[in-house]
């Protein structure tokens, strides 16, 4: 992909993420760093489209084939959480009893769907969004999801560039899985 999609800024409920740079810009400027591992967190779940990731998930995704334990993973998540919203604000990782963890953010900010929207037809723009956050996260069910929401897209609207850019982009993905490469071309 060119370049990762896992690495390019995206809307995350009041965030701008920046993987690449390992930053969140809030609406008013303000900056927090994250540490790499709970950017690859952050990731997964935005990613996820909402559905609950269990331990095994998350772990084999972002610690790969490294044990941990239940408080290392609670710990991570605290953190994350901590990161993208204090005490008393909305948030964004929903802890579900015995199943997981559950992305729980509202959408993007109004002017960020207003600018996909503006790009192209309406319903068009919204699943080449939602492909692009299911790419975010480079597991073999998101792929299969990302390429349901371009093809979707690109029946939509069969003329507009960026449904085909996201086609293309997940091929690419699935091709450097295939070729155990981990799906992304920087990193073989």
Known sequence: ???????????????????????????EGESTRLEPRLMDLLLLFAGSGGR???????????????PIGDDTLAAAVSRLRRALGG??????????????????????PKASVQRVASEGPPEAAALVAQGRRALASLLPANLTQARVCFEAAMA????????????????????????GGGGCPARC
């Open 52 to 66: 609950v990731l269990g331990k095994n998930e998350i772990t084999a995704a972002t610690w790969g084939d490294r």
């Open 87 to 108: 005490a008393g604000e909305r948030r964004y990782i929903e802890t579900v009893p015995k199943r997981g963890y559950r992305l729980a953010v509202e959408a993007a």
């Open 156 to 179: 939509n609207a069969p003329g507009w560039s960026p449904a085909h850019q996201g086609l293309a982009d997940v091929l690419i993905a699935r091709h450097f899985m295939e070729q």
């Open 1 to 27: 992909m060119s370049p990762d999609a896992s690495q390019r800024p995206f809307a995350f409920g009041k965030w701008q993420v920046h993987p690449s740079r390992g930053l969140l810009i809030g609406a």
